[in-house]
């Protein structure tokens, strides 16, 4: 069982920069390593991803230029470096792992989930 756990998830202004962490136990390489959000009264939507079939990495349109997905394979953790926040960044933000090599920008694809970083951005 894949465990995985969010960090650096905080309350920020209008342009600042975070970065956030997500530790996965185990051993098991998976093929989809992405990064989801909520806001409040929202469903989850797809923020950026990583599929290690082709090496592709893709980008909603409302974070691209601004969000980068990358990975630390020794250390089995998957970052996602935040720069010139929005309020409309505003949400919890959920990392997630899947077996699956399609489907990239689906929540049905990724099997394993953390339990969330809170990440506000104020005006």
């Known amino acids: 069982q894949v465990q995985l756990v969010e960090s650096g998830g905080g309350l920020v202004q209008t342009g600042d920069s975070l970065r956030l962490s997500c530790a996965a136990s185990?051993?098991?390489?998976?093929?989809?390593m992405g990064w989801f959000r909520q806001a409040p009264g929202t469903e989850r939507e797809f923020v950026a991803a990583?599929?290690?079939?082709?090496?592709?990495?893709d980008y909603a349109d409302s974070v691209k230029g601004r969000f980068t997905i990358s990975t630390d394979n020794d250390k089995n953790t998957m970052y996602l470096q935040m720069n010139s926040l929005k309020p409309e960044d505003t949400g919890v933000y959920y990392c997630?792992?899947?077996?699956?090599?399609?489907?990239?920008?689906?929540?049905?694809?990724?099997?394993?989930w953390g339990q969330g970083t809170q990440v506000t951005v104020s005006s």
């Open positions: 997630a792992t899947g077996v699956g090599r399609v489907g990239i920008r689906q929540v049905s694809r990724y099997d394993y």
């Open positions: 185990g051993r098991t390489f998976t093929n989809l």
């Open positions: 990583i599929n290690w079939s082709g090496f592709t990495t």
